[in-house]
Nanobody, 125 residues
Framework: QVQLIESGGEFVQPGVSLTLSCTAS????????MGWFRQPPEKEREFVAA????????QYADSVKGRFTISRDNAKKMVYLRMNNLKSEDTAVYYC??????????????????WGKGTQVTVSS
């Protein structure tokens, strides 16, 4: 079965950078969309970023555009989220997600088929 395992979440101060990693295993195709979502305390899970199968197309939530960068290494079955200039409002559980095979760039939460269990990022002074 497909497993997505996130790592890299930490308690950090505002302004610092952090990189989250997601390791995929099992029968998940590299010809798919991979994405990151987050769930702030007492809020709904929200879209953060997505990357298409060959890494040429990406999309970001307005709140992270210019600060976060999503990337993938298909050979290693890994996806990354580089987060710069972190703010307190970035505090959330971050989830890695993947789709079934597609060459389209998917961003809607309902269209992601596989989910990790999340990693906590806390930004506070």
């Amino acid at each position: 079965q497909v497993q997505l395992i996130e790592s890299g979440g930490e308690f950090v101060q505002p302004g610092v950078s952090l990189t989250l990693s997601c390791t995929a295993s099992g029968p998940i195709s590299s010809t798919n969309t991979m994405g990151w979502f987050r769930q702030p305390p007492e809020k709904e899970r929200e879209f953060v970023a997505a990357i298409d199968w060959d890494g040429l197309s990406t999309q970001y939530a307005d709140s992270v555009k210019g600060r976060f960068t999503i990337s993938r290494d298909n050979a290693k079955k890994m996806v990354y989220l580089r987060m710069n200039n972190l703010k307190s409002e970035d505090t959330a559980v971050y989830y890695c997600a993947g789709t079934v095979p597609t060459k389209a760039l998917i961003v809607a939460r309902a269209n992601f088929n596989y989910w990790g269990k999340g990693t906590q990022v806390t930004v506070s002074s």
